[in-house]
């Protein structure tokens, strides 16, 4: 099955500063690659993604980018403020749709 | 708000008793994901549906079973039921065959006593 890694397990930044996260994946037939955020009590929610065709993504403050050649794609998220405190989760999905987590990064933004 | 409903929110009972956790996709989506998370711990994928057909199988236990009815909501079921089976349940859904966004469900918390 895949192999999903992530790290940091843990991250704290200063509030104004930026974080980024490491998912790498073992699949070469992964080809959606998503992050979750759960905040405390809640289901993942989706924040961002990316297809396979595609390099790098951007919303506002957050984005992936994606390097195939090495199965490793990472978010980052700029400018943090203490409402982006949560576990993120990426989730590289292959073509039959089966769903490797990530072992999840616990992300504290320190006001 | 995800649209994805869970019932029930919590459900504690005691070992050896068998529960039945439902989930009902967003409006339009046909396929269903159920997940497991135990304490501290990641999300383990169990099982996909997609149109009330199995499409995806992970690390279900041969206890757990699912199924997905003809109005695309789905259920769990967890059997013979362990102190170890005490976790959150999500479900999560999404549109389908070439649709792979998840939205995910507020979850069911389970306790085996």
């Known amino acids: 099955g895949e192999n999903v890694e992530q790290h940091p397990s843990t991250l704290s930044v200063q509030e104004g500063d930026s974080a980024v996260i490491k998912c790498t994946y073992s699949?070469?037939?992964?080809?959606?690659f998503p992050w979750y955020k759960q905040e405390l009590g809640k289901g993942p929610q989706l924040i961002i993604d990316?297809?396979?065709?595609?390099g790098e993504k951007k919303d506002q403050r957050i984005a992936v980018t994606l390097n195939k050649t090495a199965k490793h794609f990472s978010l980052h998220i700029t400018e943090t403020q203490p409402e982006d405190s949560a576990v993120y989760f990426c989730a590289p999905m292959g073509g039959y749709q089966k769903v490797t987590f990530g072992t999840g990064t616990k992300l504290q933004v320190i006001p | 708000d995800s649209g994805v409903t869970q019932t029930p929110k919590h459900l504690i009972t005691a070992t050896g008793q068998r529960v039945t956790l439902r989930c009902s996709p967003r409006?339009?989506?046909?396929?269903v994901y159920w997940y497991q998370q135990s304490l501290d711990q990641g999300l383990q994928f169990l099982i996909q549906y997609y149109n009330g057909e199995e499409r995806a199988k992970g690390n279900i236990l041969e206890r757990f079973s699912a199924q997905q009815f003809p109005d695309l909501h789905s259920e769990l079921n967890l059997s013979s039921l362990e102190l170890g089976d005490s976790a959150l349940y999500f479900c999560a859904s999404s549109g389908g065959d070439g649709t792979y966004e998840q939205y995910f469900g507020p979850g069911t918390r389970l306790t085996v006593t």
């Open positions: 699949d070469s037939a992964s080809n959606y």
């Open positions: 990316i297809r396979s065709n595609v």
């Open positions: 409006s339009g989506d046909l396929s």
